[in-house]
């Protein structure tokens, strides 16, 4: 027989082993963290870009958290020198690269989810220019940003309506391809349309977007290319169906697009 303050002793420990493991159980299940997707972009509105109280905000930042939510997986976004994309993926520091991404010609590349949305890539001119054909462009000044699609079709002249150019300039940044125009240092600049109607939006001056697009993109994510995260099927089958119930074109609608380019539908 076990004497009575030894008992009470063991039912003490007993109950006390039994209420830790209940709710050490309880805090586990509380604190258990969602996966993380780390997603790299350059400032590109409307896509992506910081608004005033400092959070990520764009029509990939929506598309992002609510594809995201539908895998119960949580997003975290990372802004990215846009030139050093491959060495961010390369050396894990983002899982993939997220902001208005053309797949055209770059394929083999990455590891892609997607297309979820069609983007035009145009040429810009201000509005007195005497360009008004992609034909016009030939033998004048043109920027782009560092590192795009557009960069590469100039640069090999890829681009069979332009005969070539007087000089192509690659700029770090949307922001200073757009204000190399404005000061008159280019002729006209280009890349995908809604960023560029968003700059003309909020600059003040009088800029025309010639008609004849460049080129008609495929958007999509972007992993590491020899990445077998299971989240980029996942992701793939989620944007399509996010397109085909009317979700991304939701999203679009207030930036001003509209989802005739949706291939989820």
């Known amino acids: 027989m076990i004497p ?29 963290q969602k996966e993380k997707l780390v997603i790299g972009s350059d400032i590109y509105a409307p896509y992506f870009y910081i608004d005033d109280n400092g959070d990520f905000t764009g029509i990939d930042v929506e598309i992002a958290h609510e594809a995201c939510g539908r895998m119960n997986i949580q997003p975290v976004f990372k802004k990215i020198v846009w030139q050093n ?47 008004y054909r992609l034909s016009d462009l030939s033998g004048k000044r043109i920027a782009v940003q560092d590192g795009s699609k557009l960069e590469e079709l100039f640069l090999n002249n890829k681009l ?11 700029l770090p940044s949307v922001d200073t391809v757009f204000a190399a125009l404005r000061k008159g240092y280019v002729d006209a600049c280009a890349g995908h349309e809604a960023a560029y109607r968003e700059l003309i939006k909020n600059s003040g001056g009088e800029y ?4 004849e697009p460049l080129l008609q993109a495929d958007l999509g994510v972007a992993f590491y290319r020899e990445s077998a995260s299971p989240i ?12 085909a119930d009317g979700t991304i074109e939701k999203i679009i609608s207030p930036y001003g697009l509209d989802g005739s380019g949706l291939t989820g539908e």
Request: net charge negative; proline share 2%; hydrophobic share 40%.
């Open 232 to 243: 980029k099927a996942e992701l793939t089958k989620v944007l399509k169906e996010m397109g």
């Open 160 to 170: 069979p309506q332009i005969s070539g150019l007087e000089n192509i300039y690659s």
């Open 85 to 131: 994309k491959d060495v961010y993926l390369e050396n894990g520091e983002v899982d993939c690269l997220w902001g208005s991404f053309t797949i055209n010609g770059r394929e083999e590349l990455y590891s892609w989810a997607g297309p979820y949305l069609k983007s035009r890539q145009v040429a810009v001119v201000r509005a007195d220019s005497d360009i």
């Open 208 to 211: 025309r977007v010639l008609e």
């Open 4 to 32: 009575h303050r030894y008992a009470a002793a063991f039912l003490s420990a007993a109950l006390l082993l039994c209420l830790c493991a209940c709710t050490g159980g309880k805090n586990e299940s509380e604190t258990a």
